[in-house]
Protein backbone atom coordinates (compact mmCIF):
# COMPACT_ATOMS: atom_id res chain seq x y z
CA UNK A 1 0.00 0.00 0.00
CA UNK A 2 1.73 3.20 -0.78
CA UNK A 3 1.72 6.83 1.09
CA UNK A 4 -1.61 8.43 1.42
CA UNK A 5 -2.30 10.83 -1.04
CA UNK A 6 -5.07 14.00 -0.01
CA UNK A 7 -5.63 17.14 -1.90
CA UNK A 8 -5.16 20.29 -0.16
CA UNK A 9 -7.87 22.10 1.48
CA UNK A 10 -7.57 25.66 0.74
CA UNK A 11 -9.95 28.25 3.04
CA UNK A 12 -9.32 31.27 1.02
CA UNK A 13 -12.75 32.81 0.64
CA UNK A 14 -14.24 33.72 -3.39
CA UNK A 15 -15.15 36.65 -4.86
CA UNK A 16 -18.52 36.49 -6.67
CA UNK A 17 -19.55 37.93 -10.18
CA UNK A 18 -22.23 40.33 -11.17
CA UNK A 19 -24.37 37.35 -11.83
CA UNK A 20 -25.26 36.32 -8.15
CA UNK A 21 -22.84 33.11 -8.60
CA UNK A 22 -18.92 32.41 -7.93
CA UNK A 23 -15.71 33.44 -9.57
CA UNK A 24 -14.14 30.58 -11.88
CA UNK A 25 -12.38 28.76 -9.73
CA UNK A 26 -8.52 28.98 -10.25
CA UNK A 27 -6.71 25.88 -11.72
CA UNK A 28 -5.46 24.72 -8.20
CA UNK A 29 -8.78 24.79 -6.24
CA UNK A 30 -8.68 27.82 -4.43
CA UNK A 31 -12.28 27.96 -3.88
CA UNK A 32 -12.70 24.50 -2.74
CA UNK A 33 -13.49 23.40 1.13
CA UNK A 34 -13.30 20.08 2.86
CA UNK A 35 -16.96 18.36 3.94
CA UNK A 36 -15.81 16.70 7.33
CA UNK A 37 -19.26 14.87 6.76
CA UNK A 38 -18.25 12.97 3.91
CA UNK A 39 -14.67 12.34 1.91
CA UNK A 40 -12.12 14.41 3.67
CA UNK A 41 -9.88 15.09 0.49
CA UNK A 42 -10.62 18.62 -0.10
CA UNK A 43 -13.60 18.68 -1.43
CA UNK A 44 -16.26 20.18 -4.22
CA UNK A 45 -18.24 22.06 -2.58
CA UNK A 46 -18.04 26.11 -2.59
CA UNK A 47 -17.87 28.83 0.14
CA UNK A 48 -18.31 30.67 1.88
CA UNK A 49 -22.05 30.38 1.80
CA UNK A 50 -23.93 26.67 1.72
CA UNK A 51 -27.21 26.13 2.74
CA UNK A 52 -30.16 23.05 3.15
CA UNK A 53 -32.60 22.87 0.21
CA UNK A 54 -35.81 24.59 1.39
CA UNK A 55 -37.80 22.46 -0.62
CA UNK A 56 -36.70 19.16 1.28
CA UNK A 57 -40.06 17.69 2.86
CA UNK A 58 -37.53 16.77 5.93
CA UNK A 59 -33.89 17.36 5.88
CA UNK A 60 -33.23 15.09 8.92
CA UNK A 61 -34.01 12.32 7.32
CA UNK A 62 -33.00 13.20 3.80
CA UNK A 63 -29.90 10.58 2.59
CA UNK A 64 -28.38 11.73 -0.66
CA UNK A 65 -27.41 8.49 -1.79
CA UNK A 66 -29.23 6.02 -3.50
CA UNK A 67 -26.88 2.82 -3.47
CA UNK A 68 -24.99 1.71 -0.63
CA UNK A 69 -21.88 0.99 -1.33
CA UNK A 70 -20.72 -0.62 2.27
CA UNK A 71 -21.24 -3.97 1.09
CA UNK A 72 -18.11 -5.24 -0.20
CA UNK A 73 -19.36 -6.59 -3.78
CA UNK A 74 -20.98 -3.59 -4.26
CA UNK A 75 -17.53 -1.47 -3.33
CA UNK A 76 -14.91 -3.69 -5.91
CA UNK A 77 -18.08 -3.59 -8.68
CA UNK A 78 -17.95 0.32 -8.48
CA UNK A 79 -14.49 0.62 -7.67
CA UNK A 80 -14.13 -1.64 -11.04
CA UNK A 81 -15.80 0.71 -12.67
CA UNK A 82 -13.80 3.60 -11.91
CA UNK A 83 -10.35 2.13 -12.44
CA UNK A 84 -11.75 0.96 -16.01
CA UNK A 85 -12.63 4.31 -16.82
CA UNK A 86 -9.75 6.03 -15.95
CA UNK A 87 -7.01 5.98 -18.19
CA UNK A 88 -10.13 7.74 -20.58
CA UNK A 89 -10.37 10.45 -18.42
CA UNK A 90 -6.81 10.90 -18.15
CA UNK A 91 -6.60 11.21 -22.30
CA UNK A 92 -9.39 13.70 -21.72
CA UNK A 93 -7.75 15.79 -18.95
CA UNK A 94 -4.67 16.07 -20.80
CA UNK A 95 -6.07 16.71 -23.93
CA UNK A 96 -7.99 19.72 -22.51
CA UNK A 97 -4.62 21.23 -21.22
CA UNK A 98 -3.24 21.05 -24.93
CA UNK A 99 -1.53 17.65 -24.65
CA UNK A 100 1.53 19.28 -23.00
CA UNK A 101 4.62 17.80 -21.13
CA UNK A 102 3.46 19.58 -17.57
CA UNK A 103 -0.08 18.51 -18.46
CA UNK A 104 1.29 14.35 -19.65
CA UNK A 105 3.10 14.56 -16.26
CA UNK A 106 0.12 16.30 -13.92
CA UNK A 107 -1.97 13.32 -15.73
CA UNK A 108 -0.09 10.43 -14.63
CA UNK A 109 0.16 12.00 -11.21
CA UNK A 110 -3.82 12.09 -10.76
CA UNK A 111 -3.81 8.51 -12.06
CA UNK A 112 -1.62 7.62 -9.65
CA UNK A 113 -3.18 9.45 -6.46
CA UNK A 114 -6.54 8.47 -8.02
CA UNK A 115 -5.80 4.80 -7.73
CA UNK A 116 -3.78 5.45 -4.61
CA UNK A 117 -7.22 6.47 -2.96
CA UNK A 118 -9.25 3.85 -4.61
CA UNK A 119 -7.08 1.08 -2.70
CA UNK A 120 -6.65 2.52 0.29
CA UNK A 121 -11.06 2.54 0.20
CA UNK A 122 -10.83 -1.01 -0.43
CA UNK A 123 -9.17 -1.90 2.58
CA UNK A 124 -10.33 0.38 4.27
CA UNK A 125 -13.66 1.94 3.27
CA UNK A 126 -14.39 4.09 5.56
CA UNK A 127 -11.21 5.72 5.61
CA UNK A 128 -12.59 9.06 4.81
CA UNK A 129 -15.99 8.27 6.85
CA UNK A 130 -19.22 7.56 5.09
CA UNK A 131 -18.92 6.39 1.78
CA UNK A 132 -21.42 6.63 -0.93
CA UNK A 133 -21.38 6.54 -4.88
CA UNK A 134 -21.64 9.92 -4.61
CA UNK A 135 -19.00 10.01 -2.67
CA UNK A 136 -16.76 8.15 -4.84
CA UNK A 137 -17.76 10.50 -7.94
CA UNK A 138 -16.96 13.28 -5.60
CA UNK A 139 -13.52 11.97 -4.64
CA UNK A 140 -12.49 11.92 -8.75
CA UNK A 141 -13.38 15.65 -9.16
CA UNK A 142 -11.19 16.27 -6.46
CA UNK A 143 -8.35 14.01 -7.60
CA UNK A 144 -8.39 16.09 -11.12
CA UNK A 145 -8.83 19.62 -9.21
CA UNK A 146 -5.69 18.89 -6.74
CA UNK A 147 -3.66 18.21 -10.27
CA UNK A 148 -5.08 21.23 -11.74
CA UNK A 149 -7.38 20.28 -14.08
CA UNK A 150 -10.29 22.70 -14.09
CA UNK A 151 -12.33 20.93 -16.88
CA UNK A 152 -10.93 18.13 -18.19
CA UNK A 153 -14.06 18.08 -21.26
CA UNK A 154 -14.18 21.70 -22.25
CA UNK A 155 -13.26 21.27 -25.93
CA UNK A 156 -15.95 18.27 -26.31
CA UNK A 157 -18.56 19.67 -24.59
CA UNK A 158 -18.06 23.10 -26.99
CA UNK A 159 -17.67 20.92 -29.52
CA UNK A 160 -21.37 19.43 -28.68
CA UNK A 161 -22.92 22.20 -27.60
CA UNK A 162 -22.48 23.46 -31.36
CA UNK A 163 -23.54 20.59 -32.86
CA UNK A 164 -26.78 20.60 -30.95
CA UNK A 165 -27.36 24.17 -31.29
CA UNK A 166 -27.51 23.52 -35.28
CA UNK A 167 -29.88 21.44 -34.99
CA UNK A 168 -32.12 22.94 -32.26
CA UNK A 169 -34.47 25.38 -34.92
CA UNK A 170 -36.02 22.34 -36.47
CA UNK A 171 -36.94 20.62 -33.46
CA UNK A 172 -38.26 23.62 -31.72
CA UNK A 173 -40.64 23.92 -35.42
CA UNK A 174 -41.28 20.15 -35.11
CA UNK A 175 -42.36 20.35 -32.03
CA UNK A 176 -44.95 23.64 -32.52
CA UNK A 177 -46.23 21.87 -35.38
CA UNK A 178 -47.98 19.38 -32.41
CA UNK A 179 -50.95 19.59 -30.14
CA UNK A 180 -49.86 20.08 -26.50
CA UNK A 181 -50.50 16.59 -25.68
CA UNK A 182 -48.57 15.38 -28.13
CA UNK A 183 -45.55 18.09 -27.71
CA UNK A 184 -45.38 17.21 -24.05
CA UNK A 185 -44.89 13.97 -24.34
CA UNK A 186 -42.50 14.71 -27.08
CA UNK A 187 -40.73 16.77 -24.94
CA UNK A 188 -40.56 14.21 -22.15
CA UNK A 189 -39.02 11.69 -24.67
CA UNK A 190 -36.61 14.73 -26.01
CA UNK A 191 -35.21 14.33 -21.97
CA UNK A 192 -34.92 10.78 -21.91
CA UNK A 193 -32.99 10.14 -25.16
CA UNK A 194 -30.78 13.23 -24.82
CA UNK A 195 -29.88 11.81 -21.58
CA UNK A 196 -28.13 8.89 -23.22
CA UNK A 197 -25.33 11.66 -24.04
CA UNK A 198 -22.68 10.93 -21.25
CA UNK A 199 -19.03 10.92 -20.92
CA UNK A 200 -19.57 9.38 -17.46
CA UNK A 201 -20.64 6.16 -18.71
CA UNK A 202 -19.33 3.10 -20.36
CA UNK A 203 -21.81 2.02 -22.98
CA UNK A 204 -22.79 5.60 -23.61
CA UNK A 205 -19.07 6.68 -24.53
CA UNK A 206 -19.12 3.30 -26.76
CA UNK A 207 -22.42 4.61 -28.76
CA UNK A 208 -19.93 7.85 -29.76
CA UNK A 209 -17.90 5.93 -32.11
CA UNK A 210 -20.74 4.78 -34.07
CA UNK A 211 -22.52 7.85 -35.05
CA UNK A 212 -22.53 11.69 -34.63
CA UNK A 213 -24.39 13.15 -32.52
CA UNK A 214 -27.38 13.66 -34.24
CA UNK A 215 -27.41 10.38 -35.80
CA UNK A 216 -27.13 9.05 -31.59
CA UNK A 217 -29.85 11.27 -30.52
CA UNK A 218 -32.43 10.25 -33.45
CA UNK A 219 -31.83 6.66 -32.76
CA UNK A 220 -32.24 7.46 -29.31
CA UNK A 221 -35.88 9.03 -30.19
CA UNK A 222 -37.14 6.54 -32.16
CA UNK A 223 -36.70 4.02 -29.07
CA UNK A 224 -39.08 5.87 -26.65
CA UNK A 225 -41.70 3.49 -26.62
CA UNK A 226 -43.96 3.41 -23.40
CA UNK A 227 -44.91 2.47 -21.26
CA UNK A 228 -40.88 3.31 -19.78
CA UNK A 229 -39.66 0.78 -16.59
CA UNK A 230 -40.98 3.55 -14.67
CA UNK A 231 -43.51 5.94 -15.86
CA UNK A 232 -45.75 8.65 -14.62
CA UNK A 233 -45.99 10.68 -17.39
CA UNK A 234 -49.88 10.44 -17.67
CA UNK A 235 -49.91 11.74 -13.74
CA UNK A 236 -47.42 14.85 -15.26
CA UNK A 237 -49.69 15.24 -18.24
CA UNK A 238 -52.63 15.46 -16.40
CA UNK A 239 -51.35 17.77 -13.41
CA UNK A 240 -49.72 20.26 -16.72
CA UNK A 241 -52.93 20.33 -19.30
CA UNK A 242 -55.44 18.85 -17.07
CA UNK A 243 -58.19 16.03 -17.56
CA UNK A 244 -62.00 16.07 -17.80
CA UNK A 245 -63.37 18.71 -15.80
CA UNK A 246 -59.82 19.64 -14.40
CA UNK A 247 -58.40 22.51 -15.81
CA UNK A 248 -55.03 23.07 -16.05
CA UNK A 249 -52.94 24.37 -13.21
CA UNK A 250 -49.47 25.82 -14.87
CA UNK A 251 -46.72 26.11 -11.96
CA UNK A 252 -45.68 29.44 -11.01
CA UNK A 253 -42.27 28.96 -10.74
CA UNK A 254 -39.81 25.62 -11.96
CA UNK A 255 -35.95 24.90 -10.80
CA UNK A 256 -34.77 22.75 -13.69
CA UNK A 257 -31.41 20.88 -12.40
CA UNK A 258 -29.71 19.98 -16.02
CA UNK A 259 -27.20 17.80 -16.34
CA UNK A 260 -25.01 17.26 -19.60
CA UNK A 261 -23.81 19.73 -22.30
CA UNK A 262 -24.65 19.12 -25.38
CA UNK A 263 -27.76 17.41 -26.51
CA UNK A 264 -28.60 16.49 -23.22
CA UNK A 265 -29.18 20.32 -22.49
CA UNK A 266 -30.00 21.78 -25.41
CA UNK A 267 -32.11 19.25 -27.28
CA UNK A 268 -33.55 18.09 -23.82
CA UNK A 269 -33.72 20.37 -21.36
CA UNK A 270 -33.84 24.06 -23.13
CA UNK A 271 -37.22 22.58 -25.51
CA UNK A 272 -39.03 21.28 -21.75
CA UNK A 273 -37.55 25.09 -20.00
CA UNK A 274 -39.82 27.02 -23.68
CA UNK A 275 -42.87 24.63 -22.71
CA UNK A 276 -43.34 25.73 -18.81
CA UNK A 277 -42.27 29.51 -19.84
CA UNK A 278 -45.13 29.25 -22.77
CA UNK A 279 -47.17 28.58 -20.02
CA UNK A 280 -46.45 31.41 -17.77
CA UNK A 281 -43.87 29.37 -15.56
CA UNK A 282 -41.16 31.07 -14.38
CA UNK A 283 -37.79 28.64 -15.09
CA UNK A 284 -34.74 28.75 -12.89
CA UNK A 285 -32.07 26.18 -14.46
CA UNK A 286 -30.02 25.29 -11.89
CA UNK A 287 -26.34 23.98 -13.07
CA UNK A 288 -22.83 22.84 -11.68
CA UNK A 289 -20.99 25.87 -9.85
CA UNK A 290 -17.68 23.97 -11.24
CA UNK A 291 -17.08 21.15 -13.90
CA UNK A 292 -17.64 17.55 -13.32
CA UNK A 293 -17.33 15.28 -16.71
CA UNK A 294 -19.29 16.77 -19.32
CA UNK A 295 -21.81 18.07 -17.41
CA UNK A 296 -22.54 21.67 -17.85
CA UNK A 297 -21.71 24.24 -16.06
CA UNK A 298 -23.76 27.95 -14.73
CA UNK A 299 -20.69 29.60 -16.61
CA UNK A 300 -21.68 27.93 -19.27
CA UNK A 301 -25.54 28.27 -19.84
CA UNK A 302 -25.84 31.84 -20.02
CA UNK A 303 -23.70 31.68 -23.90
CA UNK A 304 -26.29 28.51 -25.04
CA UNK A 305 -29.58 30.35 -23.71
CA UNK A 306 -28.10 33.31 -25.76
CA UNK A 307 -27.47 30.80 -28.98
CA UNK A 308 -30.54 29.21 -28.37
CA UNK A 309 -32.74 32.84 -28.40
CA UNK A 310 -31.61 33.64 -31.22
CA UNK A 311 -34.14 31.27 -32.81
CA UNK A 312 -36.34 31.39 -30.46
CA UNK A 313 -38.58 34.60 -29.41
CA UNK A 314 -40.13 32.41 -25.87
CA UNK A 315 -36.25 32.09 -24.96
CA UNK A 316 -35.42 35.61 -26.24
CA UNK A 317 -38.02 37.10 -24.34
CA UNK A 318 -37.68 35.10 -20.98
CA UNK A 319 -33.88 35.66 -21.03
CA UNK A 320 -34.13 39.66 -21.17
CA UNK A 321 -36.85 39.19 -18.76
CA UNK A 322 -34.31 37.30 -16.35
CA UNK A 323 -31.40 39.62 -16.91
CA UNK A 324 -29.75 36.89 -19.18
CA UNK A 325 -29.61 39.12 -22.10
CA UNK A 326 -28.78 43.01 -21.58
CA UNK A 327 -29.62 43.72 -25.50
CA UNK A 328 -32.23 42.61 -28.16
CA UNK A 329 -31.50 39.78 -30.13
CA UNK A 330 -30.07 40.95 -33.77
CA UNK A 331 -33.47 39.92 -34.92
CA UNK A 332 -36.57 41.66 -32.94
CA UNK A 333 -39.01 40.70 -35.34
CA UNK A 334 -42.02 39.03 -33.48
CA UNK A 335 -42.99 35.88 -35.07
CA UNK A 336 -44.73 34.42 -32.62
CA UNK A 337 -46.00 36.99 -30.32
CA UNK A 338 -48.89 34.50 -29.25
CA UNK A 339 -46.45 32.31 -27.89
CA UNK A 340 -44.23 35.09 -26.56
CA UNK A 341 -43.83 35.16 -22.47
CA UNK A 342 -42.13 37.61 -20.24
CA UNK A 343 -42.17 35.01 -17.34
CA UNK A 344 -38.26 35.17 -16.81
CA UNK A 345 -35.71 32.69 -17.34
CA UNK A 346 -32.67 32.29 -14.73
CA UNK A 347 -29.70 30.58 -14.72
CA UNK A 348 -28.18 29.73 -10.93
CA UNK A 349 -25.32 27.57 -9.71
CA UNK A 350 -25.98 25.16 -7.42
CA UNK A 351 -22.73 25.08 -5.07
CA UNK A 352 -20.86 22.17 -6.12
CA UNK A 353 -18.70 20.82 -9.06
CA UNK A 354 -19.67 16.94 -9.04
CA UNK A 355 -22.43 14.44 -11.36
CA UNK A 356 -24.31 14.28 -8.27
CA UNK A 357 -25.93 16.56 -5.71
CA UNK A 358 -26.54 16.57 -2.01
CA UNK A 359 -29.32 19.01 -1.14
CA UNK A 360 -28.02 19.38 2.47
CA UNK A 361 -25.56 21.52 0.83
CA UNK A 362 -26.61 24.07 -1.78
CA UNK A 363 -25.51 27.73 -2.81
CA UNK A 364 -27.12 30.31 -1.24
CA UNK A 365 -28.75 31.85 -4.30
CA UNK A 366 -30.27 28.48 -5.26
CA UNK A 367 -31.92 28.27 -1.81
CA UNK A 368 -33.24 31.82 -1.92
CA UNK A 369 -34.38 30.90 -5.92
CA UNK A 370 -36.71 27.91 -4.41
CA UNK A 371 -38.38 29.58 -1.51
CA UNK A 372 -41.29 30.26 -3.74
CA UNK A 373 -41.18 27.21 -6.16
CA UNK A 374 -43.88 25.03 -6.60
CA UNK A 375 -41.85 22.28 -9.20
CA UNK A 376 -38.64 20.39 -8.96
CA UNK A 377 -37.22 18.89 -12.02
CA UNK A 378 -34.11 16.75 -11.37
CA UNK A 379 -32.59 15.56 -14.80
CA UNK A 380 -29.90 12.82 -15.19
CA UNK A 381 -28.64 9.88 -13.43
CA UNK A 382 -26.55 11.62 -11.11
CA UNK A 383 -28.99 14.06 -9.78
CA UNK A 384 -32.23 11.66 -10.27
CA UNK A 385 -30.90 8.21 -9.69
CA UNK A 386 -27.63 8.13 -7.96
CA UNK A 387 -28.65 10.94 -5.30
CA UNK A 388 -32.48 11.78 -4.87
CA UNK A 389 -33.98 8.91 -6.42
CA UNK A 390 -35.77 8.68 -2.87
CA UNK A 391 -35.63 12.50 -2.17
CA UNK A 392 -39.12 14.05 -1.24
CA UNK A 393 -39.95 17.71 -1.62
CA UNK A 394 -42.39 19.87 -0.17
CA UNK A 395 -43.83 20.78 -4.14
CA UNK A 396 -43.80 18.78 -7.10
CA UNK A 397 -40.85 16.61 -8.51
CA UNK A 398 -40.55 15.40 -11.56
CA UNK A 399 -37.21 12.95 -12.03
CA UNK A 400 -35.98 12.16 -15.57
CA UNK A 401 -33.24 9.78 -16.36
CA UNK A 402 -32.20 7.11 -18.51
CA UNK A 403 -30.00 4.25 -16.79
CA UNK A 404 -26.48 3.63 -18.50
CA UNK A 405 -25.53 1.21 -16.10
CA UNK A 406 -26.82 -2.65 -15.60
CA UNK A 407 -25.94 -2.92 -12.20
CA UNK A 408 -27.94 0.50 -11.27
CA UNK A 409 -30.82 -0.62 -13.52
CA UNK A 410 -31.20 -4.03 -11.24
CA UNK A 411 -30.74 -2.32 -8.14
CA UNK A 412 -33.08 0.35 -8.36
CA UNK A 413 -36.06 -0.11 -10.88
CA UNK A 414 -35.36 -4.40 -11.36
CA UNK A 415 -34.81 -2.98 -15.37
CA UNK A 416 -32.14 -3.15 -17.44
CA UNK A 417 -29.61 -0.50 -19.42
CA UNK A 418 -31.18 2.23 -21.12
CA UNK A 419 -34.08 1.76 -19.63
CA UNK A 420 -35.92 5.22 -18.89
CA UNK A 421 -36.99 6.61 -15.58
CA UNK A 422 -40.11 9.47 -15.42
CA UNK A 423 -41.22 9.55 -11.87
CA UNK A 424 -43.35 11.98 -10.92
CA UNK A 425 -44.20 12.96 -7.48
CA UNK A 426 -47.41 15.68 -6.39
CA UNK A 427 -46.36 17.27 -3.23
CA UNK A 428 -49.60 15.91 -2.03
CA UNK A 429 -48.32 12.25 -2.95
CA UNK A 430 -47.30 9.86 0.42
CA UNK A 431 -46.66 7.66 -2.38
CA UNK A 432 -42.88 5.98 -1.03
CA UNK A 433 -42.52 4.54 -4.33
CA UNK A 434 -43.76 4.92 -8.11
CA UNK A 435 -44.97 2.04 -9.91
CA UNK A 436 -42.94 -0.30 -12.15
CA UNK A 437 -44.65 -1.10 -15.57
Given at each position: ??T?????????????????????????????R?????I?V?????V???E????????K??????I??A?L???E??F????????D???K???S?G?TE??K??????????????????E????Y??L???N?????????????????Y??I???????????????????????????L?????????A?I????????????????I??I??M?????????????F????E?I?????????????AL??????G???????????????R?????V??????????D?T??????????A??H????????EA??M??????N??D?N??????V?????????????????QV??E??S????????I?????????T?????F???????????????????????????V????P??????S????
Amino acid sequence: MGTEITAPVPMASPGTTGLGGFEVPSSKGDTLRSDPSNINVGVVHLVPTLEVFPLLADPKTYEPNTIDIADLGELEYWFTVQSKHLPDLVDKAVASEGGTEDAKRRGDAFAHAFSEHLARLMEEPAAYGKLGLANLLELREDCLREFQFVDAYRSIKQRENEASLAVLPDLLMELDSMNEEARLLALIEGVLAANIFDWGSHACVDLYHKGTIIEIYRMSRSKMQRPWRVDDFDLFKERILGSGDKQPHPHKKALLFVDNSGADVVLGMLPLARELLRRGTEVVLVANSLPALNDVTAMELPDIVAEAAKHCDILRRAAEAGGMLVDAMINTTDVNKENSSSVPLMVVENGCGSPCIDLRQVSSELASAAKNADLVILEGMGRALHTNYDARFKCDALKLAMVKNQRLAEKLINGNIYDCVCRYEPSNSKLQSSSLC
